[in-house]
């Protein structure tokens, strides 16, 4: 049970991280890419239905990355393995977004904010692991020494 605590937690930062990573993404999409890039003008949003659903779905997606990402780093500092963690989501996410259009630019730029709001998770996520909010899930060897 302690260790699904620890999931809850960790899924519950990162939701709140992504959560903020989209509003403002949201935010210099509308404010500044869309008034100074005419070809990204399809980034613009406003606060309506369809922006509500994909603030919850950036929410959710942050809440199974913060629980999946814990349990992939564990208690190891291997930066390939976080960054994977970042890249696989990211773009999972992100490359769902781009369509066959004439215009790709848009696509790219959502693709790479998908990967910007990730890191940002990881981060959240590294920093209340070393200052102890969230427990590390333990590794193999781990627990090995633990039996």
Do not use: C
């Amino acid at each position: 049970m302690a260790e699904r605590l620890e999931s809850l937690k960790a899924g519950i930062i990162s939701a709140i991280s992504l959560s903020l990573a989209f509003l403002i993404t949201s935010l210099v999409n509308t404010m500044v890419l869309v008034q100074y890039f005419p070809t990204l003008a399809t980034l613009y949003t406003s606060i309506n239905f369809p922006w509500w659903l994909s603030g919850g779905i950036a929410a959710l997606s942050g809440f199974l990355f913060g629980v999946t990402y814990r349990y992939i780093i564990r208690t190891d500092q291997n930066p390939q393995l976080k960054s994977g963690a970042v890249l696989a989501f990211g773009l999972v996410r992100g490359l769902t977004q781009i369509n066959s259009t004439q215009n790709i630019i848009p696509d790219l730029v959502q693709a790479g904010e998908s990967i910007l709001w990730f890191a940002m998770g990881a981060i959240a996520l590294d920093t209340a692991i070393q200052i102890r909010w969230v427990k590390p899930f333990p590794s193999t060897n781990d627990r090995e020494q633990l039996n």
